[in-house]
């Protein structure tokens, strides 16, 4: 099996080709959105990397985009370097997991989880779950790596720093990371590794131990408040709105997601392996009802809640590459379907960028109306389903703006007029949710702000 991991690794390299031709090509659509052109903004204004609710292992996604703003180059090139900057960071893992460390089961792992159903949240990059699991599998593949490469002082330092940043980067790493120790347990690896294995599950928890005691924050403590839900919905947990989402994904864009479990599934009935199969499906069923119950709410935009269920990947991918695949190559088949599954999973991105593609125009089309006013709109005059989210409207029209218009645009679209009265009058200040920047703090290669004479207008018709 050893040529034939490796051969779809190297058809993997070729699918991670095309994520970075995506990426470039949506670059716009990436970074105009959301918390993306938020961190953006920070980045820009502190030159420095930003670190949100202490996930500092994010610093890794920064390193293009401070570069490229530290060399002086145009907005729009920073936001391209920044679009590609996520992409190269799970390629970069890709890479060690194969070519490096020489496990190339463990690398087709990431890439499956990179692109096994990976549809909306491909346009919602900034999300810090994936990055961490994609950091979390070069660790296990440091474990299971050679014997002497794992046992070096220098590989213990690397996995045991690693193992630690990836705590921080999300609070659902938890399952997928101890869902891979104990598939790892059912393999025949070293006494040594063994030890090593158990070492990093009690480093792994005692940080997690720490974060939760010492550096949680009130984001993350709102993030979890959903968990409530298990005792507001008990105990009818399979009715539930998130749960229609899901299956009528897996009818459409999420069809991977059916075949691969019923294949794992298949797979663990006919060799008898039980203990496999019981693990399989627990483990996937309690995430997704974990997922599903806490964000039980069609307020939930569907990129956000995909952002949540992508380490289900995990949890369908490890049986599938170290299982299934073995089976398929008795017909000569694993390396073809990995490769459809790459070839389908690139075009399901493209294929779900029209929404993205939509929010942008509309946003160019109200700068065309406005230009350079200054306007705090209120949410009912704006298309919400268009939009998604508005919070980070003045972030995202400032780089649409600035990159297409040669001249940065104010403007904020709120749900409270009360809360933003003081910022009305605001003629030297580029209002931002929740926040005043004065134009003298803002770089001015990055910010094109002339007007200082007029105040902000309201819109609520």
């Known amino acids: 099996m050893y040529e034939t991991y490796k051969r779809a690794y190297n058809a993997g390299l070729v699918g991670y ?9 949506f670059y716009k659509e990436r970074i105009t959105f959301c918390d993306a052109s938020f961190y953006l903004f920070e980045l820009l204004v502190k030159n420095s990397f930003t670190i949100q609710h202490m996930r500092f292992g994010m610093v890794y996604t920064q390193i293009l985009p401070l570069l490229a703003s530290r060399a002086g180059m145009l907005l729009s090139s920073v936001m391209l370097l920044y679009s590609v900057n996520y992409m190269l960071a799970y390629f970069v893992c890709y890479v060690i997991c194969g070519s490096v460390l020489k496990r190339y089961d463990f690398a087709l792992l990431l890439l499956l989880f990179n692109i096994l159903f990976v549809s909306d949240s491909f346009y919602w990059p900034q999300t810090e779950l994936p990055q ?43 399952f997928p990371f101890y869902f891979i120790v104990l598939f790892m347990l059912n393999w025949k690896i070293s006494e040594a590794q063994r030890k090593v294995l158990y070492g990093a599950s009690i480093l792994f928890l005692l940080t997690v131990v720490v974060q939760k005691l010492a550096f949680t924050d009130k984001y993350e403590m709102h993030a979890m408040s959903g968990v409530k839900n298990f005792r507001v919905l008990f105990p009818d947990y399979l009715h539930l709105y ?31 392996q039980w203990s496999k199969l019981l693990l399989f ?12 119950i806490t964000r039980n709410t069609a307020e939930t935009p569907f990129f956000y809640i995909e952002g949540l269920w992508l380490p289900l990947a ?43 593609v939509t929010r942008l125009n509309w946003e160019r089309n109200y700068l065309n109306i406005h230009h350079d006013k200054k306007l705090a709109v209120y949410e009912t005059c704006v298309p919400l389903d268009t939009l998604m989210l508005t919070w980070a409207t003045p972030y995202e029209f400032w780089l649409l703006s600035t990159t297409e218009r040669q001249k940065t645009a104010s403007i904020i679209v709120i749900d ?5 009265a003081w910022a009305f009058d605001q003629t030297r200040s580029l209002i931002v949710s929740g926040d005043i920047f004065p134009y003298a703090v803002l ?19």
Not at 247 to 268: E, M, R, S
Not at 416 to 420: D, F, R, V
């Open 314 to 356: 995990i949890f369908l991918g490890l049986p599938f590459v170290f299982d299934v695949l073995p089976v398929l190559q008795e017909k000569k088949l694993a390396v073809a379907v990995i490769s459809l599954i790459v070839v389908t999973g690139c075009v399901r991105i493209y294929a779900v960028s029209k929404p993205y």
């Open 443 to 461: 770089p001015k290669r990055y910010f094109h702000l002339t007007d200082t004479t007029t105040g902000y207008i309201l819109i609520k018709k």
């Open 132 to 174: 961490g699991i994609s950091l979390m599998i070069v660790c296990f593949a440091l474990i299971g790596s050679d014997r002497k490469m794992v046992l070096h002082k220098f590989s213990l330092l690397l996995l045991g720093l690693g193992i630690i940043t990836v705590v921080f980067f999300h609070p659902l790493i938890i």
């Open 17 to 25: 080709l095309v994520m970075f031709v995506l990426a470039v090509v």
């Open 416 to 420: 409270n007029i009360p809360q933003y």
């Open 242 to 272: 998130s749960n229609s989402v899901f299956l009528d994904a897996c009818k459409g864009k999420y069809i991977w997601v059916p075949v691969v479990a019923l294949a794992n599934t298949v797979v663990y009935t006919r060799a008898k």
């Open 281 to 292: 499906l627990c483990g996937t069923g309690a995430f997704l009802l974990l997922v599903n």
